[in-house]
Structures are given as C-alpha cells and as structure tokens.
C-alpha cells in the first residue's frame, strides 16, 4: 500500500507538473514525504536470535554489557564498532515511542556487512534480568530507496552475500553470542547458579552455540 501511495503521488506529480505546475509540484512533496517516512520507519529484519531469564539477577545490567562490551574489545576481531543507543521497538534508533538502552555491536569491514548489526540487551524483569541478542538486517538509505523502485529486488541482503561475506558475519555473530554467554556464565557463577543448563544455541539461520 505505501509503495502504490508512493507511484501515485509521483507519477501523478510529473504529469501535473507539465499541466498544472502547482497541483504537480505539490503531489512531488508529498510523494517525496511519504518516501522519507516509509524509509525512516522501515524496521529492522531479525534474522537470528537469543535469549536466556536469570533467576534473581535484577540490578545487574551494568555489569553484563559491559563484561560483553570488555570481552568483545578483548577478541580484537577485526573492524568492530560498538556504541550504546536507545532503540526503538523495531530496533531502531529513530523513534518517537518507547525505547531501552542496547549494546549495538557492527562489523565494518565492507558495506555488505555493514547493514547487519547484532543489538544486546539486559532489563530487569520483576526479580530477573531478561538477557538477549538479535543479529539484524537493514539496508542503508539509499538502499531502501532503490527498493522502493518497481521491478527492483532486495539488494545487499544475505541472499546477495558471497561465502567469504558469510563466514565473516557468522564469525562476526558468532564472536558476540561467545562474549554475551561468557558474560552471562560469569553473573550465574556469582549468584551460585548453575550456567552448564543454559541453552546455548541461537535461533534463527545461524543457529550458532
């Protein structure tokens, strides 16, 4: 539906704009406008997935991200980039609703896998802390541009990857998911928990333990 709005307004828009120049020059805005909001508001694809509840662990967000933060940065993987963002609902960092910290975590290497980010978080949930990833897609913006053409496919995404792009972000992925579990280990370990039981194995198309 939003890409019909888009074809119409524009279309429209360059007819009228050689017939009535007002009328076409004011559809072009509004094309133009349904454009930027359709591509600002384009959520993020969750390709892969983890999750674990900690009995008892509320009050110790702090110290997850950041024993993840300090084991990532300690792997020297290369070209990594981490920062810490509100996000939104549909993981993104532009937003107007209700929004909680993560830990984003990019690998820079090359423009392909530069649209796949791998989002940490830990809240509190009553007495626990809720700990979990998602390895993300979102093409940049002038790629969710082009997708909006008619006739265009799906560009730059995992389909497109080469095999070298793909063992790069599994290592990637892989690599974040190991410092996360070590991180969890360690707090479960000091609450006298018992961190052997945990499920350690993602879910989605990676399914990397």
């Not at 539906?1 to 509004?30: D, R, S």
């Not at 090359?110 to 802390?129: E, M, Q």
Request: proline share 3%.
């Amino acid at each position: 539906m939003v890409k019909l709005a888009i074809y119409f307004f524009l279309f429209f828009g360059f007819v009228f704009l050689l017939l009535f120049p007002p009328l076409g020059l004011l559809l072009l805005v509004i094309g133009f406008f349904i454009v930027l909001i359709a591509i600002l508001n384009r959520k993020a694809d969750i390709l892969d997935n983890w999750s674990i509840l900690i009995k008892d662990a509320k009050g110790q967000r702090d110290a997850v991200i950041s024993t993840t933060r300090g084991l990532i940065t300690s792997s020297n993987a290369p070209s990594i980039e981490m920062r810490d963002e509100k996000v939104g609902s549909g993981l993104t960092t532009i937003t107007f609703g209700e929004t909680r910290d993560f830990l984003i975590v990019s690998d820079r290497r090359s423009l392909k896998l530069s649209n796949f980010k791998t989002f940490v978080n830990a809240n509190d949930y009553g007495n626990h802390l809720f700990v979990s990833w998602y390895l993300t897609y979102k093409p940049d913006f002038w790629q969710a541009l082009l997708m909006l053409l008619p006739g265009v496919r799906k560009v730059l995404s995992l389909d497109e990857l080469d095999l070298f792009n793909k063992q790069d972000l599994t290592a990637y992925s892989t690599n974040v998911h190991h410092c996360l579990l070590a991180a969890v280990d360690k707090l479960m370990l000091n609450l006298n928990q018992d961190p052997s039981k945990i499920d350690r194995k993602s879910r989605g198309f990676l399914g990397i333990s």
